[in-house]
């Protein structure tokens, strides 16, 4: 008998052969050995059975185009297709409206209740987290087509296989092609659970990933689940293998030992019972339109940004600095203007890139009094390079003196050097700023050649100029310019 978990190398071996002469040649060299073992898996090593399930995937992939898909990888500028975070192939991201983002992704973003890949767990799997109770339900079968829904997740799966999963692989020192997920129901109701349109959505969905990526789970957890949730799980669980209900772990409130189990607290976010909040993300761990824990901007909100400037790999870095005050946080926000000459820029070098010890942070001034922080958001974008790295400071202005000059406390850093990939898609960083007279410094400088996985240019392409564009707002202009929603944070 073959333990299909823990199968050894032999019978793993003779599993792939025997599956790969019933193969022909086409099939056999689409196919990597793990896609065979896969499949083989899915239909407990029965080789007839797992050469039709094979022989279906690759006419499928083939006829729908699957191969053809636009996935974010290190080696292209394709834009993430879901919120990510801890990986090195692609920098952390939210959903925002990239040139290979579509119109439809965006609308079923608007819908969903919010989800991550988010780090990973103690063996090194990837985690994926799922806010199922915050979804609009009853929305998603009205204003979403099951071709959008099923395009929109083949993407997903195939960012899934050919990035995360690598990437996982490399870091373990073995093969990584299985997920932990968890879906977390806090705020489901019962007219969510027995919606039948969205449950024959989900039905549907459950039996193509069945088909076409088996074996892709390691454990699920289901948390927060009502008593209300057991009817519905009977009913889903007639849609699934019984292989994969064995892998599936129903949890109510008291979730947290279990999850701490198999994630480590560091990667396992906070309102799960962690301690990562990613706080350097619009969003945190798992930004959420439905719960409203950050600006979901659209794409005209990207096309006119205020500031064009240019940076090459000859000169690497920009510097943008302007005034804040109280007032600016409630009639208007900053506009500055960029650092342009040499002595200004050469001022603020030792901000940004050799002196990295602040002597004071951003949390310090915060509990001074009539220091109450407020937030600011930069929208940026760049055209085409492998990456920007992006620090923020603040300059405290202290007591005016009799001349009618501030004199200024020490400087504190308020976001730390970032890699973000303004390249594949817009980025929108939220800055927690006190709300007292300072100066506000934007640093940013093209990736190094250790930072990131994305290759550097050719010697011709190194000569071409990178185009950022910026702009900084108040986060009430903001919200006020594009009809958002207040930020709801956790």
Known sequence: MVDLDNPTPEQRTQAISALRAKLDAEENDYCTDLDIWRFSVARQLDVDKSAAMIKEWYLWRKSAGIDD??????????SVPYPIRGYASVADANLTPGITVKEYQLKVNKYFGGGCWHKRDKDGHPVYIERIGRYHIKDIPKKCSMGELFEYHYLMQEFLSRTVFPECTQLAGRDISQQVVIFDLAGI??????????LNMLREMLAKDQ????????????????????????LIKGWLDPRV????????????????KQIPAHSLPSFLGGGCRCSHMAGGCVPSVPMSNYPDLPRKAF??????????????????????????????????????????????????????????SASDLADAPLA???????????????????????QPFGAATTAGLYVQDEEVLIYPETLVDPQRAPVLLELKVPN?????????????????????????EAQIPIVLEYSIDSEDDLLEEFQLPPIKRD
């Not at 409130?253 to 999850?259: A, P």
């Not at 007292?436 to 011709?460: H, K, T, Y």
Request: contains cysteine.
């Open 69 to 78: 898909l636009p996935v974010a990888q290190a080696n292209n500028q394709y």
């Open 211 to 234: 088909l076409y990526y088996p074996e892709c789970m390691f454990k699920t957890y289901v948390v927060n689940a009502p008593n209300m949730f057991v009817t519905a799980w009977k």
């Open 372 to 394: 109450r922080t407020r937030y600011m958001y930069v929208r940026f974008m760049a055209d085409r390079g492998r990456g920007m790295v992006v620090e923020v400071m603040w």
């Open 303 to 360: 096309m006119s940004l205020r500031h064009q400037v240019q940076v090459s790999y000859a000169e690497p870095r920009h510097s943008y600095t302007c005034d804040v005050s109280p007032v600016d946080f409630e009639q208007r926000s900053p506009w500055g203007s960029p650092m342009s000459s040499p002595q200004t820029l050469q001022s603020y070098a030792t901000w940004f890139g050799f002196k990295k010890d602040s002597p004071r």
């Open 436 to 460: 007292r007279a300072g100066q506000l410094v934007l640093n940013w400088r093209i990736a190094n050649f250790d930072e990131g996985q994305a290759p550097f240019p050719g010697p011709e």
């Open 189 to 198: 109701s019962i007219g969510m659970l027995s919606h039948i349109p969205a």
């Open 245 to 260: 209900i064995s892998k599936i772990h129903i949890l109510g409130k008291d979730h947290s030992e279990e999850l701490l």
